[in-house]
């Protein structure tokens, strides 16, 4: 499909961006604070118990093929993209360790729409071989949570690796990490564009699940404004919206401003386009607590302080789809995704959400995990 119309143009994101992450002291600071928490072992990505030690017998696991869904071969400025646009689809079949490259028509064949479909879009400073590996956890992770249900699970992987970082999957390679860290939050937005045309090629009354992380929440909150009708860097979806298919949301350690869903926000009408959303949020994850020193009178991370009393307000009746986990018990100081596999109790709190086991064959809700004090809280605000 013609995605965009070449006529409109956008400023180059790298010139974009450079101009308003100008290195003032105050950011300085607060990447040099950055380089020292992620040099620490506690905060490393590279964790000395592996994921895959948090799972049990591979028995316990069934139906375990997925599929990665790429960009990274795509354009990634509006004014770049002249024709086609052609997402890369694989899909893996872990008990053979078969990667095979498909065509569209093969991936939206392969999907059965009375069988829930997982997405998970991966954070910044990511490789493509990072995605193939972390694809594979997030899969095992997911269906662990309920091995009988049939989970279809996507992967969805975008170019995140830093422009100028010398290591492409490492900020603290990176000269101007600030700079690197605000493209790279951009592109995200960008790539919003992307995942709706994915998700506008499932098909009809498909029981939908994204699940993002850090700067994957980006991604996510822009393709579900996009979806609904918003506009994201200057542009609409030109794919047309199918109101049957259902959709859930689930936002780890979310790098967007906690207000950017509140209406009339950046993302004001991602919730419209939304049954439920959930944030799992870490009020001591390191990284995302210098989120507002990024640039000057940022908001707080929706990831660190989760939703206001202000936001929920603001979101009317709205409120009574979001709900929140505090993830801060199990994760502590750390921030990549990871470190959230290692954990089965967080696959298993969204797993009513992400697996749509709450609903009847009618489709509608008939149970519910437990909720938050924080979810009872935005009940009754939003009443």
């Known amino acids: 499909m013609d995605a965009f119309d070449a006529r409109h143009t956008i400023a180059n994101e790298e010139r974009g961006t450079s101009v308003r992450a100008q290195p003032t002291l105050l950011m300085l600071c607060s990447f040099a604070t950055l380089v020292v928490l992620l040099t620490s072992p506690a905060f490393s990505n590279e964790s000395s118990e592996h994921p895959e030690n948090a799972f049990d017998s591979e028995k316990a696991i069934k139906h375990n093929h997925y599929w990665i869904v790429s960009s990274r071969s795509c354009p990634q400025r509006l004014c770049d993209v002249r024709s086609t646009v052609k997402l890369g689809y694989t899909e893996c079949c872990p008990s053979s360790g078969n990667r095979q ?10 999907f059965d729409p009375t069988r829930p479909i997982c997405i ?10 990072d995605a193939i590996n972390d694809a594979r956890m997030t899969e095992r ?3 662990k949570a309920d091995p009988e249900r049939r989970l279809q699970v996507v992967y969805y992987t975008w170019p995140s690796e830093g422009r100028y970082s010398f290591v492409s999957n490492n900020p603290l ?3 101007v990490p600030q700079i690197d860290v605000g493209i790279l939050g951009r592109r995200a937005e960008f790539n919003g564009f992307y995942l709706a045309q994915l998700i506008a090629s499932l098909p009809s009354k498909s029981q939908i699940s994204l699940v993002g992380h850090s700067h994957g929440t980006r991604v996510t909150s822009s393709a579900l404004h996009l979806l609904a009708g918003g506009c994201v860097q200057g542009r609409s979806l030109p794919v047309s919206n199918d109101p049957t298919q259902r959709i859930r949301v689930v936002l780890a350690a979310a790098a967007i401003d906690h207000d950017w869903l509140n209406p009339g926000e950046r993302y004001g009408l991602a919730l419209w386009r939304a049954d439920q959303l959930v944030s799992m949020r870490n009020h001591l994850d390191a990284v995302i607590s210098i989120y507002p020193l990024r640039r ?15 936001d929920i307000a603001r979101m009317g009746e709205l ?5 929140e986990i505090d993830a801060s018990p199990m994760i502590a100081y750390r921030h990549f995704w990871r470190h959230y596999l290692r954990f089965p109790e967080l696959a298993q709190s969204i797993a009513p959400f992400v697996l749509f086991s709450d609903l009847n064959v009618e489709g509608d809700v008939v149970s519910s995990h437990k909720k938050s004090p924080v979810f009872e809280e935005n009940t009754r605000l939003g009443k």
């Open 101 to 110: 490259l498909k065509t569209v028509s093969e991936f939206r064949k392969s």
């Open 120 to 129: 998970f879009i991966h954070g910044s400073f990511f490789s493509n071989q």
């Open 141 to 143: 992770w997911l269906r």
């Open 173 to 175: 390679t990176s000269p």
């Open 296 to 310: 000057p009178f940022s908001g707080f991370a929706l990831g660190q302080v989760g939703f206001r009393r202000n």
């Open 319 to 323: 409120a009574v789809r979001v709900s």
